[in-house]
């Protein structure tokens, strides 16, 4: 077999589509030969660029690809919320949701979600070449989408206050007064009413939405509703903060995803919790078992400490 034919250098670095080799003057079938990796939709990269990416950075290039070959289309609903890496459920997952202005056509691919829309100014953004919903429009989008308590997860990943050594950024996505603003604007929006029954019950400080789940368990099974990110000692201000707890009878809850399993992670808890135990707190741990469950034992766990029967 002949070697393959290299690509205009023009194209280095971008997603490969059969229309953009066309207005370049390559043969699409230069797209199916075996230095190439198909991304979905239509969309290819060059193999040891593909092999180069993670799969956040794969789905960025396929919707970038999209985009592309329809002029004024943008990325929404829940493609938006995992290009930013927020919680979604894995089924919502699978789908590349691409938003075009309503007088033009929708997109029509393989794996696409086609939508039609109009956007206002202020409503798009750009991220690395890629025009996106901004956040606020996109949790109204995925209220379309969502079910009730994956889109009070979601809101709560937008107004938390991010970690910059962990995550690169200072700003919260948005806020619980910019996302109520944007929802009043939009009240006649068909998605309205549920985005604003979940906005209801949106906090700050949820650091992951197992963390949002524990706490909609124990407000639902009709317990006080914990606060979050709660100091140990708040005229300490070094003093480590529990995930949710109760101040006023110094219960401290926290839920351990899998990062805390690595054995520097476990010594840094174990610390944490002697520095709470050491000012009277009682300290109760959660796990994936306890989420898969419902948080039933952590409901039982939680009214007993508190005496609550």
Known sequence: MRPATPLPTAL??????????????????????????????????????????????????????????????WVSHTTVAQLLRLPLPRRAEQDLHITTPRDAAPVRRQGVRPHRATAHAGELRTVGRLPVSSAERMFLECAAVLRHDELIALGDALVRQPRFQYEKRGRPYSSLEVLAAYLRAHRYDPSHRRAADALGHIRVGADSAQETRMRLALVRAGLPEPQLQVSADPQDPRSPEADAGYSAQKVALQYDG?????????????????????????VLRYYDDDAREGFRRTVREVRRTLDLR
Do not use: C, I, N
Not at 265 to 276: E, H, L, N, S
């Open 258 to 282: 899998q990062v805390h399993f690595d054995a520097e992670r476990a010594k840094q808890d174990r610390r944490v919790d002697r520095y709470f135990l050491s000012r009277g707190w009682t």
């Open 12 to 73: 280095d670095g971008l997603p490969l589509t059969a229309a953009l080799l066309r207005r370049h003057g390559v043969p699409t079938r230069r797209l199916r030969r075996g230095d190439m990796t198909p991304l979905g939709s239509g969309v290819f990269l060059p193999q040891l660029a593909a092999d180069a990416l993670d799969p956040h950075g794969r789905l960025r290039m396929r919707a970038l690809g999209v985009t592309a070959d329809h002029p004024g289309s």
